[in-house]
Structures are given as structure tokens and as C-alpha cells.
């Protein structure tokens, strides 16, 4: 079947901008995460959707970081006035119920901000 | 607050040789995931161990979680050139997020 997927997979913007990167998760698979992998580190944990409850956004490294779940398919992570040390890949995974469930990873969106 | 050190940091062998990859915990373990990551790639779900001294196999990678499920080790034998990538650890941090080691980049040498 299908696995997560993630848009666009490259993305190049201008210092200053906004940017939406989108995760379309298993389906069926109620929890969805979000990370962040800056070059040659490892991944660092952003927000976290589980069903109906208010997100976990501990991760989120500023308030220029955002994200939506519509219901339990598609999220979007918003970046407001991205600055160079936004470039990272950014990694959505989902996993059937959370918790210690098994997350399965999309190929991430590479974004570059000059 | 949990981190997760992974050594080495890189590794370059020979096909046909073994190898192991450690994953050190600050804190005890309550679940272990092993990812593999290929450039530009995403992440692709190897093996996930919970209870101490578990161990798993598929093929010919070996993971195992010590008995104070504190440390794990991914063991690979007989290297091929197929499994040259980025091995990470995550741990279940509490809260269903994942923390990760930073990785280790493995090159198989033909």
C-alpha cells in the first residue's frame, strides 16, 4: 500500500519568505509527526497530531513554526520569514494509534533558504 | 531530559565483513527503534526492540537491547554494498515522539 508521502520534496526559498510543506500520512494511521534534520545532525522532534487532541508542539522551535491536521489525513507545516538556519530536511511520519506504535517515515522535503 | 549517542560515527568495511553499531541511552530505554536512511531519502523502519535482552534478526542485521535497557547494538553480517547508509537509533521519549542519535554513516566498500 502506500506509504507516507511529502511535498514538494525540494524547496527552495528566499530569506524572509513563507512556506508550507505538506504530509499525506498511511491511511488509517491516526498519529502524525513531524521532525526537523539539519545537515549531518540527527532528527529533532517537532509537533506531534494524535486523533482529536490538542497537538504536542514542545519541539516547535519558534513561534514562526505552525502546523494543521485536517481530521486524521493531510498536515501542513507552515514556516513564517524563514531564515537560513530553517534549511533542513523536514520529515513528517505517522504510526496506527502512537504512543510506542511504529513510526513510518516519508522522504522528506529538502528546504533551502538563501 | 533522554539523549542518545551512537557510535562511531562513521564506519567504512570491506564487503564481507561484519560490523556494529552502538546506541547509548542517558536513560533507561521503554522502546528502541532502529532506522536506516539513505541520502535524500527518508528513514525505513528496520527493527524495534522493548523488552531487555531482546534480539531480532532480519536478514543479516542483528539488533539487540541489553538486559538495563540502557544500550542497544546493531550487528551486520557480512556486509554487502546494499547496506551502505545512515543508521539511526530512536527512543520512545515518552508522549509517542521519538529521539534520535545523531547517526551513523556506513560505507561498504566493493
Known amino acids: 500500500g502506500a506509504g507516507v508521502s511529502q511535498s514538494p520534496s525540494n524547496k527552495v526559498t528566499e530569506k524572509g519568505k513563507d512556506v508550507e510543506l505538506r504530509c499525506d500520512p498511511i491511511?488509517?494511521?491516526?498519529?502524525l509527526y513531524w521532525y526537523r534534520q539539519r545537515l549531518g545532525q540527527g532528527l529533532e522532534f517537532l509537533i506531534y497530531f494524535q486523533g482529536n487532541s490538542a497537538p504536542d508542539k514542545s519541539g516547535l522551535p519558534s513561534d514562526r513554526f505552525s502546523a494543521e491536521r485536517t481530521g486524521e489525513s493531510v498536515s501542513t507545516l507552515t514556516i513564517q520569514r524563514t531564515q537560513q538556519e530553517d534549511s533542513a530536511v523536514y520529515l513528517c511520519?505517522?504510526?496506527?494509534?502512537?504512543?510506542?506504535?511504529?513510526?513510518?517515515f516519508g522522504p522528506g522535503t529538502r528546504l533551502t533558504v538563501l | 531530559s533522554q539523549e542518545l549517542e551512537q557510535s562511531p560515527q562513521s564506519l567504512i568495511v570491506q564487503e564481507g565483513k561484519n560490523l556494529t553499531i552502538n546506541c547509548t541511552s542517558s536513560?533507561?530505554?521503554?522502546?528502541l527503534y532502529w532506522y536506516k536512511q539513505k541520502y535524500g531519502e527518508g528513514l525505513i523502519f528496520l527493527m524495534m526492540l522493548q523488552k531487555g535482552g531482546e534480539e531480532k534478526s532480519h536478514e543479516k542485521i542483528t539488533a539487540k537491547l541489553d538486559e538495563k535497557k540502557q544500550q542497544s547494538s546493531l550487528h551486520i553480517t557480512a556486509s554487502q554494498p546494499s547496506h551502505a547508509g545512515i543508521y539511526l537509533c530512536?527512543?520512545?521519549?515518552?508522549?509517542?515522539?521519538?529521539?534520535f542519535g545523531q547517526g551513523t554513516e556506513l560505507s561498504v566498500k566493493p
Open positions: 491511511s488509517g494511521h491516526t498519529a
Open positions: 530512536g527512543a520512545d521519549a515518552r508522549g509517542g515522539k521519538l529521539i
Open positions: 511520519a505517522s504510526s496506527p494509534w502512537g504512543a510506542t506504535d511504529t513510526q513510518y
Open positions: 536513560k533507561t530505554l521503554y522502546g
